[in-house]
């Protein structure tokens, strides 16, 4: 059995790349075999004379079955500003995004492709999130940082992947303030507004042990 999915955030930096690594050990411990990929990254260096980004080594880290860096990663560039930027004008082609994303398919029973940004957040001059899941054709899992603000961005995050057409299978809360007040409260008004299932919370932590923050997930449907 295949299963993919389309991980997007709320906003950038809100633990989006934390969640798709946890969300790969809860799927490992139920037996699947699995890989991430992130198909656009700015913000990388170079390794051995090539572009890497850390959040694809990442998922690369927590992955099952091995894959070349480039099918994880395609496009990689070196500045730490929106892709649409960093890409200096060049093209990115959902056509090579989609082969790689079917390579990866064939090696793990499920795969899941991290976005940059927010779900309308641009991938190059031509393409943003919304328009590379909607290529894909692949239901969406939405990661909601949890801070002042994220109420109103995580319901127009899923009234917006709504009017894209596609299925919101899930939404991961990510404390990503330690200490912010009525942390609870907040995550229980989402789970009562919000048209999907609630797949649980990442805890707040300074370590990535992801088969910790695994433990309280649940796997989408």
Same mark, same amino acid.
């Given at each position: 059995?295949?299963?993919?999915?389309?991980?997007?955030?709320?906003?950038?930096?809100?633990?989006?790349?934390?969640?798709?690594?946890?969300?790969?050990?809860?799927?490992?411990?139920?037996?699947?075999?699995?890989?991430?990929?992130?198909?656009?990254?700015?913000?990388?260096?170079?390794?051995?004379?090539?572009?890497?980004?850390?959040?694809?080594?990442?998922?690369?880290?927590?992955?099952?079955?091995?894959?070349?860096?480039?099918?994880?990663?395609?496009?990689?560039?070196?500045?730490?500003?929106?892709?649409?930027?960093?890409?200096?004008?060049?093209?990115?082609?959902?056509?090579?995004?989609?082969?790689?994303?079917? =390579? $990866?398919?064939?090696?793990?029973?499920? %795969? *899941?492709?991290?976005?940059?940004? +927010?779900?309308?957040?641009? !991938? /190059?001059?031509?393409?943003?999130?919304?328009?590379?899941?909607?290529?894909?054709?692949?239901?969406?899992?939405?990661?909601?940082?949890?801070?002042?603000?994220?109420?109103?961005?995580?319901?127009?995050?899923?009234?917006?992947?709504?009017?894209?057409?596609?299925?919101?299978?899930?939404?991961?809360?990510?404390?990503?303030?330690?200490?912010?007040?009525?942390?609870?409260?907040?995550?229980?008004?989402?789970?009562? =507004? $919000?048209?999907?299932?609630?797949?649980? %919370? *990442?805890?707040?932590?300074?370590? +990535?042990?992801?088969?910790? !923050? /695994?433990?309280?997930?649940?796997?989408?449907?």
């Amino acid at each position: 059995m295949k299963m993919a999915y389309f991980v997007t955030g709320t906003d950038t930096d809100i633990g989006k790349t934390w969640a798709t690594a946890a969300l790969l050990h809860r799927f490992r411990r139920e037996g699947y075999s699995v890989a991430g990929m992130k198909p656009v990254a700015a913000g990388c260096e170079r390794r051995g004379g090539k572009l890497q980004n850390q959040d694809a080594l990442l998922l690369m880290q927590n992955a099952s079955v091995g894959a070349e860096y480039d099918l994880v990663n395609p496009y990689a560039f070196e500045q730490p500003v929106s892709p649409h930027l960093a890409c200096g004008g060049a093209n990115v082609e959902p056509a090579i995004i989609s082969a790689a994303f079917g =390579a $990866l398919q064939q090696r793990a029973q499920v %795969v *899941l492709v991290e976005g940059a940004g +927010g779900w309308y957040s641009p !991938l /190059s001059l031509t393409l943003d999130n919304a328009g590379l899941a909607r290529i894909l054709g692949l239901p969406v899992l939405v990661v909601v940082g949890i801070r002042l603000g994220c109420l109103n961005h995580a319901r127009l995050t899923l009234q917006a992947v709504a009017e894209s057409g596609l299925r919101c299978a899930g939404w991961v809360a990510v404390q990503i303030v330690e200490h912010m007040p009525y942390f609870a409260e907040n995550v229980a008004y989402l789970q009562a =507004a $919000l048209p999907a299932q609630f797949l649980g %919370v *990442l805890p707040y932590s300074d370590a +990535g042990d992801f088969e910790f !923050l /695994s433990s309280g997930l649940r796997l989408p449907t």
